[in-house]
């Protein structure tokens, strides 16, 4: 029996597409134990989706797309093969068949849903969630909003808008109206940027910031309490993972560099424990995920829940804290990728 050919996609035109890295080597390799081709899929940050074949320690330079073997690609969308479609250097057309593409992407351009409509139209099946769900749960004004719609507690919030006439000191008297310092400044759609603020002074430079990083910006209750991730795989019927305790400890006042100390399972009684994961549960088929995601939340002293985003691409190098809260229970990393092939075929089979 042919093996079946993976594609891992990774890259992307955000500056911080690098960080899943990492990623692409340990996916790579454990699927090659597990009898799985696999080929090697990029996005450059101009944008252009090359094949490389190249070896994986390559794939820690951020300059991995000026390898002299890369080549374009264009995929098939036409219905009748599944696959892509290699040009190369005489400009003569190559076909390569894939039986699943997983993408390990970072940022905007790459989880905002724009991959998974290309994925969508070629009919090739990828492991996540498909275009309206990846798009939504990137922006944390669209899941705070749906959340708060579906009766699930967040933190309170005020969001700017680049072209919005930003009056300082008048956005500083509403959060002090709203909820008062101290305040998180985030960009809607990046873990970059973030910063805790206390004042009004802080909070312009904040914002500043933040806009360098995205076109909207989330002015966001601080809640005092634990940070709780959950690990949800799954189509129809999810599971939710057991639970881990992310605490993070600032250096200075940027929370773009943090230390951080992981839990599990998290320090939380029974009766929360089952409460969150049945709230994750509920957050993944809220925003139709499919396949993985990563739900989080903030857990008070006084046990109150707060849901605070999902991430519809979470991280699976082996030292991920997704890939840890699964192996807990057993789960081997192998093994856990296989499922989640498995799931994203089994998912394509219905939306055909």
Not at 181 to 202: A, I, Q, R, T, W
Request: some cysteine; hydrophobic content about 40%; charged content about 20%.
């Amino acid at each position: 029996m042919a093996k079946q050919r993976i594609a891992l996609l990774f890259g992307g035109i955000s500056s911080d597409s690098y960080k899943y890295l990492p990623s692409v080597r340990s996916v790579a390799e454990a699927l090659s134990e597990n009898q799985f081709e696999v080929v090697l899929l990029g996005i450059s940050p101009k944008g252009k989706w090359l094949y490389c074949p190249m070896e994986l320690s390559l794939l820690q330079q951020e300059d991995w797309m000026k390898h002299p073997d890369c080549c374009p690609v264009v995929f098939n969308m036409d219905g009748t093969k599944q696959g892509i479609y290699k040009i190369l250097e005489d400009q003569t057309l190559s076909f390569l068949h894939l039986d699943c593409v997983i993408p390990l992407l970072y940022g905007r351009g790459a989880v905002d849903g724009k991959v998974q409509g290309v994925l969508d139209l070629s009919g090739i099946p990828y492991v996540g969630s498909g275009t309206c769900p990846a798009a939504v749960s990137m922006d944390r004004a669209f899941t705070h909003m749906i959340a708060n719609s579906a009766g699930i507690g967040t933190a309170r919030y005020l969001m700017v808008k680049r072209n919005d006439k930003l009056d300082v000191h008048q956005l500083s008297e509403q959060v002090l109206d709203s909820f008062g310092y101290p305040v998180f400044v985030k960009p809607v759609g990046s873990l970059s940027g973030v910063s805790l603020v206390d004042n009004e002074e802080e909070l312009a430079e904040a914002v500043k910031t933040s806009f360098t990083h995205d076109d909207k910006v989330l002015i966001e209750e601080r809640i005092l309490g634990s940070q709780i991730k959950c690990a949800v795989i799954g189509n129809e019927i999810p599971e939710a993972s057991v639970l881990g305790e992310y605490a993070l400890e600032m250096v200075g006042r940027d929370f773009d560099q943090k230390s951080s100390e992981c839990i599990i399972p998290a320090r939380l009684s029974q009766d929360i424990s089952y409460r969150i994961r049945d709230l994750a549960i509920k957050v993944y088929q809220l925003f139709d995920c499919s396949g993985l995601a990563a739900v989080d939340f903030f857990v008070t002293p006084a046990e109150e829940i707060y849901f605070n985003q999902v991430k519809a691409i979470p991280d699976l190098s082996t030292d991920s804290l997704f890939v840890k809260l699964w192996g807990t229970v057993g789960l081997s990393y192998g093994d856990l990728l296989e499922r989640l092939i498995i799931l994203a075929q089994e998912q394509a089979e219905t939306v055909k």
